[in-house]
């Protein structure tokens, strides 16, 4: 059965009252809405190509790429996938960093019809064996380190072929690479250097293009379909935003296996002629290291990526006047954490403010954002072109006024085909309202004020219920990242025989030293003086570091396991 059979296509916001949109009184010179080709990423990649051959495309490790060479290893990519047995419709497992190999080995897998399907390179076997069996993989690309764990993962699942890579294969002054292992097992550059251009297969824009998996931060992680026409639309909207150029420079030093790292930092760059620096690996030092070298005018982040280069020593002189717009998502903002960026930047020669945006993989990344030449404290901004966003109550398909909180949903081009071979969540998640639209509902808590602006104020699957009461844990830790002693802060609801819930804060503090009995009743004190009484933390446990997920979110079921059979 086709993938959408059950769903129909995704209708564009045409046609909607502007007064439904108060949002795009704010565009200034973003338009509000954009023309989305019929193609496909690779067409596009060598249509930029033959338009600028020589415009640098990629930057890694201090070597460079440009569109011509990029759409020229795509091609011998493809040929190689070919070469090992990959076919139309086959699944891709492309688990690698941020580098050259994992984009070329994403393209030249779409340039088949084949779906790639992206994975962290750092996931356990464990984990390799659950993407595998639910992508049903044929064929992987890894690096040459994961190969033990890939071989570990494999049995049991479809995968037939594994090309490895190393993370410098794509530098002109390595070396070739040692013999294969075993047949079923071959190296990235000799299979390149062998390889002839793949004929370009037939691919529907609107087919499955590319599986990414959510972050499984409260649960396993789900495979997420998208089409060639999500990709795109996502790409489109988010340089419409900013107003990509082709002289704009990405730091992408986000994973490409995750939506923003993906379609913002990659996608929309190659789009729109303009040039990506690829960071594999987020080490401070490092990244601080390709600002200074490569002088990015974009960049987009997690709040962790931000309050780290804020620390890093080595910014102490460098000279940020480079950077023109500046983005964080994928989790909640810390106030302090953009007041200390916004310090960095404008005490090293730059005026960028760090905006926030919100977004979800189930509809690639980012589909709300700051408008460069607005500031609204804590919102999230507007909807991409083309987004509708409404708030309702949650359970329902009931749509709430302005200052009313409830459940974001989203309709719009980039929303997901559904997840992989799971139709009742799909069914749960995107749900047809009394406009004939299918929306998006995404589980998240938000409210938009009479102007258009989006405030995400939690998750609904983190909302604690203690002594018949609500509680928001964003709103806590808001409250506990406001005390000068505090660098992070968790609040989670655990089992209370009493209570059902009781409301627990895990705290990260400036000074580990000043831990103790009495830093407790400070805080929990500091809480009551701003909150009601059940919304307070009943207990606070001081540790070291919070655990996260690689993309660099609190790890809430690491914080609070559940309880093991007796």
Same mark, same amino acid.
């Given at each position: 059965?086709?993938?959408?059979?059950?769903?129909?296509?995704?209708?564009?916001?045409?046609?909607?009252?502007?007064?439904?949109?108060?949002?795009?009184?704010?565009?200034?010179?973003?338009?509000?809405?954009?023309?989305?080709?019929?193609?496909?990423?690779?067409?596009?990649?060598?249509?930029?190509?033959?338009?600028?051959?020589?415009?640098?495309?990629?930057?890694?490790?201090?070597?460079?790429?440009?569109?011509?060479?990029?759409?020229?290893?795509?091609?011998?990519?493809?040929?190689?996938?070919?070469?090992?047995?990959?076919?139309?419709?086959?699944?891709?497992?492309?688990?690698?960093?941020?580098?050259?190999?994992?984009?070329?080995?994403?393209?030249?897998?779409?340039?088949?019809?084949?779906?790639?399907?992206?994975?962290?390179?750092?996931?356990?076997?464990?984990?390799?064996?659950?993407?595998?069996?639910?992508?049903?993989?044929?064929?992987?690309?890894?690096?040459?380190?994961?190969?033990?764990?890939?071989?570990?993962?494999?049995?049991?699942?479809?995968?037939?072929?594994?090309?490895?890579?190393?993370?410098?294969?794509?530098?002109?002054?390595?070396?070739?690479?040692?013999?294969?292992? &075993? #047949? @079923?097992?071959?190296?990235?550059?000799?299979?390149?250097? =062998? *390889?002839?251009?793949?004929? +370009?297969?037939? $691919?529907?824009?609107?087919?499955?293009?590319?599986?990414?998996?959510?972050?499984?931060?409260?649960?396993?992680?789900?495979?997420?379909?998208?089409?060639?026409?999500?990709?795109?639309?996502?790409?489109?909207?988010?340089?419409?935003?900013?107003?990509?150029?082709?002289?704009?420079?990405?730091?992408?030093?986000?994973?490409?296996?995750?939506?923003?790292?993906?379609?913002?930092?990659?996608?929309?760059?190659?789009?729109?002629?303009?040039?990506?620096?690829?960071?594999?690996?987020?080490?401070?030092?490092?990244?601080?290291?390709?600002?200074?070298?490569?002088?990015?005018?974009?960049?987009?982040?997690?709040?962790?990526?931000?309050?780290?280069?804020?620390? &890093? #020593? @080595?910014?102490?002189?460098?000279?940020?006047?480079?950077? =023109? *717009?500046?983005?964080?998502? +994928?989790?909640? $903002?810390?106030?302090?954490?953009?007041?200390?960026?916004?310090?960095?930047?404008?005490?090293?020669?730059?005026?960028?403010?760090?905006?926030?945006?919100?977004?979800?993989?189930?509809?690639?990344?980012?589909?709300?954002?700051?408008?460069?030449?607005?500031?609204?404290?804590?919102?999230?901004?507007?909807?991409?072109?083309?987004?509708?966003?409404?708030?309702?109550?949650?359970?329902?398909?009931?749509?709430?006024?302005?200052?009313?909180?409830?459940?974001?949903?989203?309709?719009?081009?980039?929303?997901?085909?559904?997840?992989?071979?799971?139709?009742?969540?799909?069914?749960?998640?995107?749900?047809?309202?009394?406009?004939?639209?299918?929306?998006?509902?995404?589980?998240?808590?938000?409210?938009?004020?009479?102007?258009?602006?989006?405030?995400?104020?939690?998750?609904?699957?983190?909302?604690?219920?203690?002594?018949?009461?609500?509680?928001?844990?964003?709103?806590?830790?808001?409250?506990?990242?406001?005390?000068?002693?505090?660098?992070?802060?968790?609040?989670?609801?655990?089992?209370?025989?009493?209570?059902?819930?009781?409301?627990?804060?895990?705290?990260?503090?400036?000074?580990?030293?000043?831990?103790?009995?009495?830093?407790?009743?400070?805080?929990?004190?500091?809480?009551?003086?701003?909150?009601?009484?059940?919304?307070?933390?009943?207990?606070?446990?001081?540790?070291?570091?919070?655990?996260?997920?690689?993309?660099?979110?609190?790890?809430?079921?690491?914080?609070?396991?559940?309880?093991?059979?007796?």
């Amino acid at each position: 059965m086709p993938i959408r059979d059950h769903l129909p296509v995704l209708s564009d916001p045409h046609g909607v009252p502007t007064d439904a949109r108060p949002w795009l009184r704010h565009y200034g010179s973003v338009p509000t809405s954009l023309e989305y080709p019929a193609t496909t990423l690779p067409q596009a990649l060598e249509a930029m190509a033959r338009r600028t051959p020589s415009a640098v495309a990629l930057e890694y490790l201090g070597s460079r790429i440009t569109y011509r060479e990029l759409h020229e290893a795509v091609d011998r990519c493809a040929g190689a996938l070919a070469a090992v047995g990959a076919r139309a419709d086959d699944r891709i497992l492309i688990s690698l960093p941020t580098c050259p190999q994992g984009v070329i080995a994403f393209y030249a897998a779409n340039r088949l019809a084949a779906v790639p399907a992206l994975i962290h390179p750092a996931s356990v076997a464990a984990e390799v064996a659950h993407y595998l069996r639910a992508s049903g993989a044929r064929v992987a690309v890894t690096l040459d380190t994961c190969r033990e764990t890939l071989q570990t993962a494999r049995e049991g699942t479809r995968l037939e072929q594994i090309l490895l890579t190393r993370i410098d294969d794509t530098l002109p002054s390595v070396q070739a690479p040692p013999p294969a292992p &075993e #047949p @079923s097992v071959r190296w990235w550059r000799d299979l390149m250097a =062998r *390889a002839s251009p793949a004929p +370009a297969a037939h $691919l529907d824009p609107d087919g499955l293009a590319a599986i990414l998996f959510s972050g499984g931060t409260t649960g396993p992680p789900k495979g997420i379909m998208l089409s060639s026409r999500n990709l795109i639309a996502e790409a489109m909207g988010a340089a419409a935003w900013v107003g990509m150029r082709p002289d704009d420079v990405m730091l992408a030093a986000l994973p490409i296996f995750h939506g923003v790292g993906l379609g913002l930092c990659i996608l929309s760059v190659l789009l729109t002629g303009a040039r990506a620096v690829l960071v594999p690996r987020f080490i401070p030092a490092v990244v601080a290291g390709e600002i200074r070298a490569r002088r990015p005018t974009l960049m987009v982040g997690v709040p962790t990526l931000y309050e780290a280069l804020t620390r &890093e #020593p @080595s910014l102490a002189d460098a000279d940020l006047s480079c950077l =023109r *717009a500046a983005f964080s998502g +994928a989790d909640v $903002l810390p106030q302090s954490v953009k007041e200390r960026f916004e310090q960095l930047v404008a005490s090293h020669g730059g005026r960028v403010r760090l905006l926030e945006g919100y977004g979800l993989t189930e509809a690639v990344s980012g589909i709300m954002a700051m408008p460069l030449a607005e500031a609204r404290e804590g919102s999230v901004g507007l909807p991409l072109p083309d987004t509708l966003v409404v708030i309702c109550r949650p359970g329902t398909l009931e749509e709430l006024g302005p200052e009313e909180e409830g459940e974001i949903c989203v309709s719009g081009p980039a929303v997901m085909l559904g997840y992989l071979d799971n139709p009742a969540d799909t069914a749960d998640v995107l749900r047809r309202h009394a406009d004939g639209r299918i929306w998006l509902h995404t589980g998240d808590l938000g409210r938009r004020d009479a102007e258009g602006f989006f405030y995400f104020t939690g998750r609904l699957k983190r909302m604690i219920k203690t002594s018949g009461f609500t509680v928001n844990p964003v709103q806590v830790e808001a409250v506990l990242l406001s005390h000068p002693a505090v660098a992070e802060a968790c609040v989670i609801g655990v089992p209370d025989r009493s209570q059902i819930e009781r409301v627990k804060a895990f705290v990260v503090l400036r000074d580990p030293n000043a831990a103790g009995a009495a830093l407790e009743k400070e805080l929990i004190a500091h809480c009551r003086s701003q909150l009601i009484k059940w919304s307070c933390p009943r207990e606070l446990e001081f540790r070291s570091e919070l655990p996260k997920t690689r993309l660099g979110k609190v790890n809430l079921g690491a914080l609070n396991p559940p309880p093991q059979p007796q």
